[in-house]
């Protein structure tokens, strides 16, 4: 068990609509990060938080958005969904984005849009 | 921009055999370098790393060495086991340019299949 939980594992949805992941990171850990794991694309980073503020954005579509909460959880939302959007969606946290810092993985939320 | 290259699965081995999964990466720089494990249904958890030139990680058996010279990091296993079936994903550490914080460039994935 890593520390970190994300909410839904499962999610099905239709193309048009909106869903929200959910992430919790680590106790202690201040930063979060984002990916999509696709078929044809492998990891992709999205973006990363630090203690509330946006870091870094990476390949992340103007369709989604992100955030981080006061009590450190994030937030990933993803609107007007396309059939290209399921792809299994991973949070991360760390202490500090350092450069020989570990990243803990959450089991991620696996979205399918139908 | 830097990334990250690794072989192309799927590798099926019988128990015992020796496991060379292969990786080598661009960066400017002197990144860290990783090995990611991804056992089925769950997240990625880090199996070894290496942070300068011609340092060894290891556990569990596994083993890399960080070489500059041929900017490679390969990870070997001298005998593998079933339970050692899964997908194995070479990284290194990308700056994001702002207050030394750091992401992970993830290779593609090289899933290992052990057989009994």
């Known amino acids: 068990d890593s520390g970190v939980t994300q909410t839904p594992k499962h999610l099905i949805t239709a193309t048009g609509q909106r869903v929200t992941l959910r992430c919790s990171p680590r106790s202690g850990d201040l930063s979060v990060y984002w990916y999509q794991q696709s078929l044809d694309q492998g990891l992709q980073f999205l973006i990363q938080?630090?203690?509330?503020?946006?870091?870094a954005k990476g390949n992340i579509l103007e369709r989604f958005s992100a955030q981080q909460f006061p009590d450190l959880h994030s937030e990933l939302n993803l609107s007007s969904l396309e059939l290209g959007d399921s792809a299994l969606y991973f949070c991360?946290?760390?202490?500090?984005?350092?450069?020989?810092?570990?990243?803990?993985f959450g089991e991620g939320s696996r979205l399918t849009v139908l | 921009g830097n990334s990250v290259t690794q072989m192309e699965g799927p590798v099926t081995l019988s128990e015992e055999a020796f496991l060379t999964i292969n990786c080598t990466y661009t960066?400017?720089?002197?990144?860290?370098l990783f090995w990611y494990v991804q056992y089925p249904g769950e997240g990625l958890q880090l199996l070894l790393k290496?942070?300068?030139?011609?340092d060894k990680g290891s556990n569990k058996g596994f083993e890399a060495t960080y070489r500059k010279e041929t900017t490679s990091f390969h990870l070997e296993k001298g005998s593998v086991q079933v339970s050692d079936s899964a997908v194995y994903f070479c990284?290194?550490?990308?700056?994001?340019?702002?207050?030394?914080?750091?992401?992970?460039?993830f290779g593609s994935g090289t899933r290992l299949l052990v057989r009994p």
């Open positions: 938080y630090y203690n509330g503020e946006e870091r």
């Open positions: 290496a942070t300068k030139a011609d």
């Open positions: 991360a946290s760390s202490v500090e984005g350092t450069s020989t810092g570990e990243l803990f």
């Open positions: 990284a290194l550490s990308d700056p994001l340019g702002r207050d030394s914080s750091y992401k992970l460039i």
């Open positions: 960066a400017t720089g002197y990144p860290s």
